[in-house]
């Protein structure tokens, strides 16, 4: 399985980012995906869900309104459009796969750096 994201780079304050999470060698349409991210010093946290068909997504308060994640089932990637952003939202993302109504997401991705200035 890999789970490869892309997309990050440095972005002032208030402006957009688009990751991808390009999927391989897993039923990519069986799986609920999220993106994580781990900020410098900090624990790695939740970001941003969604489920195997992309009907349902789920986020946390800080991203709510301004994130957006997004699935193709046909291109395997999962997006996370990222609008407003700030300056603590900088952090390595990840993807990650899990199987509906486990508890924990089996599949992790490498990375991609997201540095937001001031």
């Known amino acids: 399985v890999q789970l490869q994201a892309s997309g990050g780079g440095l972005v002032q304050a208030g402006g957009s980012l688009r990751l991808s999470c390009a999927a391989s060698?897993?039923?990519?349409?069986?799986?609920?995906m999220g993106w994580f991210r781990q900020a410098p010093g900090k624990e790695r946290e939740f970001v941003a869900g969604?489920?195997?068909?992309?009907?349902?997504?789920y986020s946390t308060d800080s991203a709510l309104g301004r994130f957006t994640i997004s699935r193709d089932n046909a291109k395997n990637t999962v997006y996370l459009q990222m609008n407003s952003l700030k300056p603590e939202d900088t952090a390595v993302y990840s993807c990650?796969?899990?199987?509906?109504?486990?508890?924990?997401?089996?599949?992790w991705g490498q990375g991609t750096q997201v540095t937001v200035s001031s």
């Open positions: 060698g897993l039923a990519f349409s069986s799986y609920d």
């Open positions: 990650a796969a899990r199987r509906p109504f486990s508890s924990g997401y089996k599949h």
């Open positions: 969604v489920s195997r068909s992309g009907g349902t997504t």
